[in-house]
């Protein structure tokens, strides 16, 4: 089996593969104070709540935009898994040619993404990523990843209007029943869900633009499922979007 551990800003979504099916995922906060076997007590809790022994992992690729973790988790595969993981970074074969000014800029898991969603979807498409940031990513017919835009995620929208307003509270982001909210928690609501459903429509048409043509448009990430409902110029979902593309990564490596 592969362990495929992505790990971002705000959660670390891990996965089994058997063979190209995705047996089991798992969320954890994550937290830089955390020591390696503080997250193999949690891991190996999930894995054998699925069924999965740590004996059955023989290969682990990890994606990382948390440096401090990077290390940790690759102390956590080599000292519980028995396995040098594969770390997507600057030589890593991807199949993707990055078209920035400076590609060592661009997040693994961006490129990942990008992988993934040109295996699956073809191209071109845009790929949106709904988590600690939101990102906008345009992939080429052929494959190669031609930039993008990053704006506040809407977890960290939502969290600053609570810290930095007296009155108003930390609102659960779910879609309200409409625009005019009726009270003080449904509004905040309407701004934040409809607010940030007007940004994503405003990114991809304006991208789309410049691209040309049709291009599908991906999303994922933990909240991809709501703005979906709202955002008409998502084409497909794929929460585990960025778990796919480690596999594809890890597959062409050991090719």
């Given amino acids: 089996m592969l362990l495929a551990l992505d790990i971002g800003n705000t959660n670390i979504v891990a996965g089994v593969f058997q063979g190209e099916e995705l047996r089991a995922t798992w969320r954890m906060a994550t937290s830089v104070h955390r020591t390696a076997d503080e997250y193999a007590i949690v891991l190996l809790g999930l894995l054998q709540n699925k069924g999965v022994s740590v004996g059955e992992i023989k290969e682990v690729v990890i994606c990382s935009v948390v440096p401090p973790l990077t290390e940790t988790f ?3 595969s080599r000292e519980y898994c028995g396995v040098a993981p594969l770390v997507v970074e600057v030589g890593v074969k991807t199949g993707v040619r990055i078209q920035m000014e400076n590609p060592r800029e661009v997040g693994a898991d961006r490129i990942v993404n990008a992988a993934a969603a040109h295996r699956l979807y073809g191209g071109p498409l845009i790929v949106i990523d709904l988590g600690t940031a939101t990102t906008f990513d345009a992939v080429s017919k052929e494959g190669d990843y031609l930039g993008g835009a ?66 599908k448009v991906v999303a994922t990430g933990g909240l991809a499922g709501i703005m979906a409902k709202d955002s008409p110029v998502i084409d497909i979902v794929n929460p585990d979007l960025t778990l796919y593309g480690l596999r594809l990564v890890h597959d062409i490596n050991k090719s």
């Fill in 74 to 76: 690759e102390k956590l």
């Fill in 150 to 215: 990053i704006a506040p995620g809407i977890g960290i929208a939502a969290e600053a209007l609570f810290q930095r307003t007296a009155m108003l509270p930390r609102v659960e982001m779910v879609r309200p029943p409409r625009a005019i909210g009726k009270n003080t928690v449904a509004a905040m609501q309407s701004g934040i869900i409809f607010g940030y459903s007007g940004l994503i429509e405003g990114v991809v048409s304006r991208i789309k633009r410049e691209m040309g043509g049709q291009v």
